[in-house]
């Protein structure tokens, strides 16, 4: 079963700019799948339309069977709630706690207060962060930093994560322990969808690759360990 899946989908903005050309492919139900191309290639486009902060031009989106094309925008927010969204900057609220930060998706979806606690350490507790919840992100490093915008995106147990370059500002040491969060994520059953341009990075880890090239399916492979 599907997951994700574009058929046709074309994006092209008021300037002109084709972002995507009748693009295809599918991401299976509990499937890790990386998203490659150059800058451009329509990566983050992809991950802006399965959102729906964003719609094609042409084509159909399906996301958990649901057409996206049919989904109002109030209903959008609610779909969304099923999704979990990394970006390379990790878009934190630096006067709120670490706490608060994994906390906020929690309060907007209105949450029973009496479990936000719960859900927010064991959140906290699977990026490994448990003992930081009420730091400032200030007082963190890029790669903690990091790891609190994972623990936000997964507060509301997401079926899927999409992620946007979430490794692009950090050193490969801290690269390779966020994409071994993402494995464990997956060992779970849950989808990824992740954009990334570390291709020898991502050329270690045993899983499907969807390449980009100017809006267009470039390759897909299997890749293994090295």
Request: without cysteine; proline residues 5%; hydrophobic residues 45%.
């Amino acid at each position: 079963m599907n997951m994700i899946q574009f058929v046709q989908v074309s994006k092209r903005y008021d300037s002109g700019y084709e972002a995507l050309a009748q693009l295809s492919f599918e991401v299976k139900k509990g499937e890790l799948v990386f998203l490659t191309g150059h800058s451009g290639a329509g990566k983050t486009t992809i991950i802006k339309l399965i959102a729906m902060l964003d719609r094609p031009t042409q084509g159909q989106i399906f996301f958990n069977q649901l057409n996206l094309n049919q989904i109002s925008p109030r209903d959008a927010l609610q779909l969304r709630q099923q999704m979990g969204i990394i970006f390379q900057n990790p878009h934190l609220l630096m006067d709120r706690t670490v706490f608060d930060n994994v906390a906020l998706p929690l309060h907007i979806t209105n949450f029973d207060p009496r479990e936000i606690p719960k859900r927010v350490r064991a959140a906290l507790d699977k990026v490994g962060l448990l003992k930081k919840e009420k730091s400032l992100p200030a007082a963190l490093s890029v790669g903690e930093q990091q790891r609190v915008s994972i623990a936000r995106a997964i507060v509301n147990k997401p079926v899927a994560l999409l992620a946007d370059e979430p490794t692009g500002n950090l050193d490969p040491e801290l690269a390779r322990d966020i994409m071994t969060l993402f494995q464990q994520f997956h060992q779970v059953g849950v989808t990824l969808l992740v954009a990334s341009h570390d291709l020898a990075l991502i050329a270690k880890m045993p899983h499907r690759v969807v390449s980009l090239q100017r809006g267009r399916l470039k390759k897909e492979k299997e890749t293994a360990y090295a």
